[in-house]
């Protein structure tokens, strides 16, 4: 049992080039989430998915987007990468009928130059 | 629009000491409170949580204090170990829906030897 796995865990952008971070889970979870963090900043939401075929919009989704075909896979699309979007992702997964426990992945670390 | 503010953004206390970390919250929707627990280059992991129908919720050296009228929530460390080193994350949701995670900034906590 892996928990969630996101790919890849570093990468280097050039402004404008776009990319696709990966996140899957094993648990059968159907509640999914992208979060960003920046330092100082704590994690904040950038979409997130009760099911496959839903999702929604967090605090912070400009620029980025997702689809949900899957319970399982849960990727995430940067159009366009600039500057602002350096961060560490992380995707989380949960299930409510579980509890309200979010489990997190180790995080991908991206770099737009 | 800062939902749920942390304090102090660091904390410095020598083993064997109490760390307390506070967190304030904004929204009265909110009814689940965790606190999360983050070691370097991982992502988050759940250490406590209480809901505010308790006043205080204990596991281990991990101590969660709830003040519903203050709108205030506090986790205090006992006997703090070097291994407690990390960054301490407040968060709050509301049950019922998508059970999203509204992020305190974050304290980074320094337990020296």
């Known amino acids: 049992n892996a928990g969630v796995t996101q790919t890849p865990k570093f990468r280097i952008l050039k402004i404008g080039q776009s990319m696709t971070l990966q996140c899957t889970q094993d648990?059968?979870?159907?509640?999914m989430y992208w979060y960003r963090q920046d330092p100082g900043m704590g994690l904040k939401l950038i979409y997130y998915?009760?099911?496959?075929?839903?999702?929604d919009k967090g605090e912070v989704p400009n620029g980025y987007n997702v689809s949900r075909s899957t319970t399982e896979d849960f990727p995430l699309r940067l159009e366009l990468a600039a500057p602002s979007q350096t961060s560490v992702y992380f995707c989380?997964?949960?299930?409510?009928?579980?509890?309200?426990?979010?489990?997190f992945g180790p995080g991908t670390r991206l770099l737009v130059l | 629009q800062q939902q749920v503010k942390q304090s102090p953004q660091s904390l410095i206390v020598q083993k064997g000491g109490i760390s307390i970390i506070n967190c304030a919250y904004e929204n009265t929707a909110f009814d689940y409170f965790p606190w999360y627990q983050q070691f370097p280059g991982k992502g988050p992991a759940l250490l406590i949580a209480i809901r505010p129908d308790v006043s205080e919720k204990k596991e281990g050296r991990f101590t969660i204090s709830f003040n519903k009228s203050a709108k205030q929530f506090s986790l205090h460390i006992m006997d703090s170990q070097p291994g407690d080193s990390a960054t301490y994350f407040c968060?709050?949701?509301?049950?019922?829906?998508?059970?999203?995670?509204?992020f305190g900034k974050g304290t980074k906590l320094t337990v020296n030897p």
């Open positions: 989380a997964s949960s299930d409510p009928g579980l509890g309200e426990t979010q489990y």
């Open positions: 968060a709050a949701s509301t049950q019922g829906g998508s059970e999203k995670l509204v």
């Open positions: 998915s009760v099911g496959a075929g839903i999702t």
């Open positions: 648990m059968n979870h159907n509640y």
